[in-house]
């Protein structure tokens, strides 16, 4: 496999139809003190990871995985073991043995997809920080309206903890949906911040053409693949891909507050404001393609930088 050793920048667009893409502790839809809608980066984290774990046939570290006796989860040593076997002994005394340890647990690490893309940290039998080159901003709903409502539930069972007189009767619940929702996450991959980690671990395990491949479908696919009960109507709406040429020093900041969703009939994906930026001269030399993916029977997109390549989400 091919190392990719270029720098990328993107947005990732989840729609959410009457759903809760990211709920807070009380079950409601995230908010800015602003009122707007938001879903933090972890999210979005988690429905790539969850795709690649089951699509990709690639291991992916951080993702819960249940012990065979108990059911319960498993904790970080316990899955380094699942994966790799025994923890190592490490060679040599003090210092030197906890270096050998450590770089032998790292290359290993290095063998997951999702260690090679967001790196992690490792807090167990040793200490690891893994600095991941792929990186997601929160996801802020740039849709106008953010209306949020709640219905009640019902539950088949009693709670048999209630001592009141009514702890007979079923029990009555509450779920949190958004109306509607486009939340657009910043993505940015700069694959040098895995390269000082390979080269310790003394392994080829470098960041790789087909691992930002399979990156680029978990995030055109993931949120649609995901498909629980708060989840349901969430999904994958469009993917910008900005890919710069090798060795290019170019900087650009997060694209979230670049993309607009119009309040009208089509919910025309407005890429205005990112084509100005894309479009400049001195930005519009150091890159190698811009790729725009997204459903062209379901979403609308409009005022796409020029040179775009359209494709199917």
Known sequence: MSKFNKRAYGAA???SINSNYNADFTHQPRT???GRVYAT????????????????????F??????????NPRSLDETYVKYFGEIPKGEGKGAEKDASVKRKMLGNLLQCLDVRLFGGTYAGATNLSMHGPVQFTHGINQFVRGEIYSEQIMSPFRNSNDDKADSAMTTLGSQSKLREGHYVHGVSVNSKNLEMLTQLSGTENHLS???????????????TYYNSSAKAGTDNEMLVWVELKEGSKLVLPSFTELIQVKDNDKRDIDLADLSGLLEQKHILSEIEKIEVFYNKATT???NLPNGSIELDL
């Open 13 to 15: 667009v989840i729609k």
């Open 32 to 34: 800015l003190p602003d």
């Open 41 to 60: 980066d972890k999210a979005l984290k988690y429905l790539v990871r969850n795709y690649l774990q089951h699509e990709s046939g690639e291991k992916i």
């Open 62 to 71: 951080y993702y819960k995985t249940l012990k065979e006796d108990t059911l």
């Open 209 to 223: 053409t087909d691992d930002i491949e399979k990156l680029k479908l978990g995030l055109r696919c993931g949120a």
């Open 300 to 302: 609308s997109v409009i």
